[in-house]
């Protein structure tokens, strides 16, 4: 059967124009096979790994049925970590920015009311963790009226983190009439619980690794006394010479341990773990993600949803306490169509964890001694600092000709989006479709202006005035 295309699965073409310049060529597995559902509206319970594309497989639908005139959010996702709401709110924002889909995340150590001032604005999806989107939810701030799709995503996770009766709370206060989307790597029987008493008629599907993951991913431990491990490390590190590397540990104390090891012994690195303020975490990530970053130590906040293309090599300091935690950071490397590489330094007091992650994932995982790494150079200090090649994100070709353009003129002077719009449009050369987001804050309005037209948008206005006064416009550049 040959396969479908986005247009085979009824995606418009704004939602398809910005999913070729994401890359996407045609539909992975887990998006034919859940588009389709989505788009009729259907309850839906998706098993699936990290990494198989389900993201676009939500975000896709809900782009495409949203009703971007509509002010309340009408699409929910709940995620169990800050970064992978964050990570979604960027894909949503990718894949609906020729749309004009405006995306809001609502996440802990974020302040409230810079969120409650994005919430003010039209937002059309809202991801969040449970535990922000009660708050905003009791404050008044988001209103659930409107919301026709509920995502459920990690679903596994949410329960392990102790989420599920957030959730539940949360649940209960949506509209009847909805569409309930559950993603989840696993389907244990609370889950299952979840499924029964909140989706109807709903559909099952499940997705396998289209290649498995011992074939995609090369495995192997190596046992070694705890007090070695950084000395083993450093053997291991000089023989692999990683492309791009996460290194995971168990604790915040051991991942900042490890981290200060790393940066005396010159390595290019950066920590990412639960201690760390979210401004500290995002930049880390975003570095990381650039391959300004060689190595990223981190504790399992960055198992699930931290989506970094081209990680050749995850290696964990400490075998995970929870057996699907292996599958999670090993998750990380061999994504998609790309082989990686795994390695765990195994001390002989986790040999039992490994033993029950063995049992879990049906094979044997490779031993190695630490006499196989050598080095193949004597010039350590010339691996250690192996160049990075510049890393590009999957937005940066939607965003190359993309202009923001800032209007000094808010809503404490009753600027409207129509208004902003009308006068734009009256400009020789432009149409409607060439402008994005209009975001209207108190005192200033941010306009994205499309396809590379942005210099002829600002000298336009210039010379042009908004409900009668002649403002002051600023193009602050690509974004």
Same mark, same amino acid.
């Given at each position: 059967?040959?396969?479908?295309?986005?247009?085979?699965?009824?995606?418009?073409?704004?939602?398809?124009?910005?999913?070729?310049?994401?890359?996407?060529?045609?539909?992975?597995?887990?998006?034919?096979?859940?588009?389709?559902?989505?788009?009729?509206?259907?309850?839906?319970?998706?098993?699936?790994? #990290?990494?198989?594309?389900?993201?676009?497989?939500?975000?896709?639908?809900?782009?495409?049925?949203?009703?971007?005139?509509?002010?309340?959010?009408?699409?929910?996702?709940?995620?169990? #970590?800050?970064?992978?709401?964050?990570?979604?709110?960027?894909? $949503?924002?990718?894949?609906?920015?020729?749309?004009?889909?405006?995306?809001?995340?609502?996440?802990?150590?974020?302040?409230?009311?810079?969120?409650?001032?994005?919430?003010?604005?039209?937002?059309?999806?809202?991801?969040?963790?449970? @535990?922000?989107?009660?708050?905003?939810?009791?404050? @008044?701030?988001?209103?659930?009226?409107?919301?026709?799709?509920?995502?459920?995503?990690?679903?596994?996770?949410?329960?392990?983190?102790?989420?599920?009766?957030?959730?539940?709370? $949360?649940?209960?206060?949506?509209?009847?009439?909805?569409?309930?989307?559950?993603?989840?790597?696993?389907?244990?029987?609370?889950?299952?619980?979840?499924?029964?008493?909140?989706?109807?008629?709903?559909?099952?599907?499940?997705?396998?690794?289209?290649?498995?993951?011992?074939?995609?991913?090369?495995?192997?431990?190596?046992?070694?006394?705890?007090? +070695?491990?950084?000395?083993?490390?450093?053997?291991?590190?000089?023989?692999?010479?990683?492309?791009?590397?996460?290194?995971?540990?168990?604790?915040?104390?051991?991942?900042?341990?490890?981290?200060?090891?790393?940066?005396?012994?010159?390595?290019?690195?950066?920590?990412?773990?639960?201690?760390?303020?979210?401004?500290?975490?995002?930049?880390?990530?975003?570095?990381?993600?650039?391959?300004?970053?060689?190595?990223?130590?981190? #504790?399992?906040?960055?198992?699930?949803? !931290?989506?970094?293309?081209?990680?050749?090599?995850?290696?964990?300091?400490?075998?995970?306490?929870?057996?699907?935690?292996?599958?999670?950071?090993?998750?990380? #490397?061999?994504?998609?169509?790309?082989?990686?590489?795994?390695?765990?330094?195994?001390? &002989?007091?986790?040999?039992?964890?490994?033993?029950?992650?063995?049992?879990?994932?049906?094979?044997?995982?490779?031993?190695?001694?630490?006499? +196989?790494?050598?080095?193949?150079?004597?010039?350590?200090?010339? %691996?250690?600092?192996?160049?990075?090649? &510049?890393?590009?994100?999957?937005?940066?070709?939607?965003? %190359?000709?993309?202009?923001? !353009?800032?209007?000094?003129?808010?809503?404490?002077?009753?600027?409207?989006?129509?208004?902003?719009?009308?006068?734009?449009?009256?400009?020789?050369?432009?149409?409607?479709? +060439?402008? @994005?987001?209009?975001?209207?804050?108190?005192?200033?309005?941010?306009?994205?202006?499309?396809?590379?037209? @942005?210099?002829?948008?600002?000298?336009?206005?210039?010379?042009?005035?908004?409900?009668?006064?002649?403002?002051?416009?600023?193009?602050?550049?690509?974004?």
């Amino acid at each position: 059967m040959d396969k479908k295309s986005f247009k085979d699965l009824s995606v418009g073409p704004d939602i398809r124009r910005a999913l070729r310049m994401l890359g996407y060529e045609s539909p992975m597995e887990v998006q034919e096979k859940v588009i389709p559902f989505i788009m009729e509206d259907k309850d839906l319970i998706v098993k699936s790994q #990290t990494g198989s594309g389900k993201t676009a497989a939500f975000g896709i639908p809900i782009c495409e049925k949203v009703e971007i005139e509509e002010n309340k959010p009408q699409a929910l996702i709940l995620t169990p #970590t800050r970064e992978l709401a964050l990570q979604i709110k960027e894909d $949503i924002g990718h894949i609906g920015k020729f749309k004009k889909v405006r995306a809001a995340a609502l996440y802990g150590r974020h302040p409230v009311h810079l969120q409650e001032r994005e919430l003010k604005q039209r937002v059309h999806v809202v991801v969040g963790t449970p @535990g922000r989107t009660k708050d905003h939810i009791d404050r @008044g701030n988001l209103v659930l009226d409107g919301i026709k799709y509920l995502v459920i995503d990690e679903a596994d996770e949410m329960l392990s983190m102790g989420f599920i009766d957030q959730v539940e709370s $949360i649940i209960n206060m949506l509209p009847q009439k909805r569409c309930t989307l559950l993603f989840s790597a696993t389907i244990p029987d609370r889950i299952e619980e979840i499924c029964s008493k909140y989706l109807r008629d709903s559909a099952r599907i499940e997705i396998k690794a289209v290649v498995p993951t011992e074939d995609k991913i090369n495995q192997y431990h190596i046992l070694v006394e705890d007090a +070695d491990k950084e000395e083993i490390l450093n053997k291991v590190l000089a023989a692999e010479l990683p492309g791009s590397c996460i290194l995971f540990c168990n604790t915040r104390d051991r991942a900042d341990k490890l981290t200060k090891y790393m940066l005396r012994k010159r390595y290019s690195c950066g920590s990412l773990h639960g201690g760390m303020t979210q401004r500290e975490r995002t930049q880390t990530i975003n570095k990381f993600k650039k391959g300004e970053l060689h190595y990223l130590v981190a #504790t399992d906040v960055a198992a699930r949803g !931290i989506d970094v293309e081209d990680v050749t090599h995850v290696i964990n300091f400490e075998m995970p306490y929870e057996r699907e935690n292996y599958i999670h950071r090993i998750g990380r #490397t061999g994504r998609i169509n790309k082989k990686g590489t795994a390695i765990t330094l195994l001390s &002989p007091k986790e040999s039992h964890r490994l033993e029950y992650v063995e049992e879990y994932l049906g094979y044997r995982i490779p031993k190695k001694e630490a006499k +196989d790494f050598l080095y193949k150079s004597k010039d350590e200090a010339a %691996r250690k600092n192996v160049r990075l090649k &510049p890393k590009t994100s999957k937005g940066e070709e939607i965003h %190359r000709d993309i202009t923001r !353009i800032r209007i000094n003129a808010g809503k404490k002077k009753k600027i409207r989006p129509a208004d902003i719009l009308g006068a734009i449009s009256n400009i020789e050369g432009i149409e409607a479709e +060439d402008i @994005g987001i209009i975001d209207i804050q108190d005192t200033c309005t941010y306009v994205e202006v499309f396809e590379g037209k @942005g210099r002829q948008v600002y000298n336009g206005l210039k010379n042009k005035t908004i409900k009668g006064k002649i403002l002051t416009i600023k193009e602050i550049g690509k974004r």
